[in-house]
């Protein structure tokens, strides 16, 4: 059993930037593969990043390439989701979650989820 609890969201202006945060209980967290979701009001939720188990690999969403970072700290059982230049649009609740397979497979194959964390991007 896993479980994530995510931080670090808030209020931020357009061109700012947040560092999400999520933990993982349990040894086994290198284990997994950890993504990144995101679901703005009236939307499906949607792919943003994921990683690797070792952190070796990412992928990315095309609407936030070259802004988002995702990493991980196996040794604190942690995943980071670093967002800069922020837009009004990345506004969503931001979940993390953890699949026990490769880190490239659909959202459906996502075996845990944390609870999500409100980021608010103002104009």
């Known amino acids: 059993q896993v479980q994530l609890v995510e931080s670090g969201g808030g209020l931020v202006q357009a061109g700012g930037s947040l560092r999400l945060s999520c933990a993982s209980s349990?040894?086994?967290?290198?284990?997994?593969?950890m993504g990144w979701f995101r679901q703005a009001p009236g939307k499906e939720r949607e792919f943003v990043a994921a990683i690797s188990w070792s952190g070796g690999s990412t992928l990315y969403a095309d609407s936030v390439k070259g802004r988002f970072t995702i990493s991980r700290d196996n040794a604190k059982n942690t995943v980071y989701l670093q967002m800069n230049s922020l837009k009004p649009e990345d506004t969503a609740v931001y979940y993390c979650?953890?699949?026990?397979?490769?880190?490239?497979?659909?959202?459906?194959?996502?075996?845990?989820w944390g609870q999500g964390t409100q980021v608010t991007v103002s104009s």
């Open positions: 979650a953890a699949v026990y397979s490769y880190y490239d497979v659909p959202q459906k194959r996502y075996n845990y």
């Open positions: 349990g040894r086994t967290f290198s284990s997994y593969a």
